[in-house]
């Protein structure tokens, strides 16, 4: 059964990245119409990853796991096919006056997020059962919060089938076009080891001197928060050298730790991703991507000198021997992964800053170039 999960999830993913790609070079359908066939998609390969790692539910046998992860597809598949299918009906014959299929349908595909929602992220899931509660049964709450509150036909109609709001709203479309565009440009210099040409780079860097074992932290963190955009990814790639190397040269535990962790927390502030707070500055401004990235750097830049002043500080007062790390000698293929990964950032400025070609298209065409130079 694992290894028909495999080929299935290969399949869905292959799917989903064509079609993808098919509308950045597109645009056909429109970004409404790429969430409507997508998110169920997302919803399915989640699933199928899950069932074939056993993580899907843990405490299930297997046999229940792949029996409710068959249903879960089936309902995704259905979403998929009737609102595909009806897009246009209801959108516009039908807006506002939604039959009681394209509610129970779109409900399906609400149900199966705030499941995942649930799984991955209790939290967040206990805020929406509560603000929900609150359109609802809001006549209940005293004071000025007080409301008359809202059917349950309507939360269901807004949180679903209605395109402006829900799980094909604003946020899924700027997920799959504006940040998967970028996503996409990010993943084929991980793929092929750019990020590893970063930390090897960093890495013998910080054998040149004794206090600079910890700048490797700083300055690793910084070229792969370009990349990934992630503080966690940035402390697990680089952290997992860093971290060992400073506290054998004398760094306090705490102290080495706390070292990586503000250099990583830069990934968060790091153009052009910037832990995807770009994007929705954009979208909820009405800026250009452009303009907020351009503005971006500043900030980030005057965030990591920071950084490593109070870094060379802590290494000069507790630092005592030099260790060196173990890396690889420089070779040609990390200066060629070098070479592309600033051409990717240069590549980027340069068709949004000087030829205002439009983000999406602009990540698309360097996508394209690095994919075939590596």
């Known amino acids: 059964m694992k290894s028909i999960t495999r080929i299935l999830f290969i399949l869905s993913a292959l799917f989903f990245f064509v079609y993808l790609f098919r509308y950045y070079l597109t645009g056909e359908g429109g970004p409404t119409y790429l969430a409507v066939i997508l998110v169920p998609v997302t919803f399915i390969l989640y699933t199928m ?19 409710l992860g068959g249903g879960y597809i089936f309902l995704s598949l259905i979403s998929l096919f009737y609102i595909g299918y009806e897009f246009e009906e209801i959108g516009t014959v039908r807006a506002g006056f939604y039959s009681m299929t394209d509610i129970v349908v779109g409900g399906l595909m609400f149900v199966l997020v705030m499941e995942y929602t649930r799984k991955q992220h209790f939290e967040l899931f206990v805020v929406n059962i509560i603000l929900i509660l609150y359109a609802v049964y809001g006549w209940l709450v005293p004071g000025m919060f007080g409301h008359p509150g809202l059917a349950w036909e309507r939360i269901l109609s807004s949180v679903s089938v209605e395109m402006a709001t829900g799980v094909f709203s604003r946020l899924p479309q700027l997920a799959l076009t504006l940040i998967g565009s970028f996503l996409l440009v ?6 092929f080891g750019c990020v590893d040409s970063i930390v090897n780079t960093a890495s013998r860097l910080a054998n040149k001197s004794a206090h600079a074992l910890p700048q490797a932290a700083v300055l690793g963190s910084m070229g792969v928060a370009t990349v990934s955009g992630s503080g966690a990814a940035n402390a697990i790639t680089i952290g997992s050298a860093t971290i060992p190397a400073m506290i054998a040269s004398g760094i306090p535990r705490v102290h080495a730790a706390a070292i990586e962790c503000s250099a990583s927390l830069g990934g968060q502030l790091m153009p052009p991703v910037m832990g995807i707070a770009a994007f929705l500055m954009a979208e909820f401004l009405g800026k250009s991507y452009f303009d907020v990235v351009a503005r971006g750097y500043a900030p980030a830049l ?29 070779g040609v293929k990390d200066k060629i992964n070098l070479v592309i990964y600033v051409g990717v950032i240069a590549g980027l400025i340069a068709l949004m800053g000087i030829t205002q070609a ?5 990540a698309l065409k360097v996508f394209i170039t690095a994919g075939i130079a590596v």
């Open 49 to 67: 990853d899950a069932l074939r790692k056993n993580s899907f539910y843990p405490r299930l046998s297997p046999a229940t796991n792949y029996l």
């Open 186 to 191: 990010l993943s084929v210099l991980s793929a």
């Open 302 to 330: 005057i965030y990591y000198l920071g950084v490593s002043l109070g870094v060379y500080l802590i290494s000069v007062r507790y630092q005592t021997t030099n260790v060196g790390l173990a890396v690889p000698k420089t």
């Open 358 to 362: 439009e983000p999406t298209r602009a």
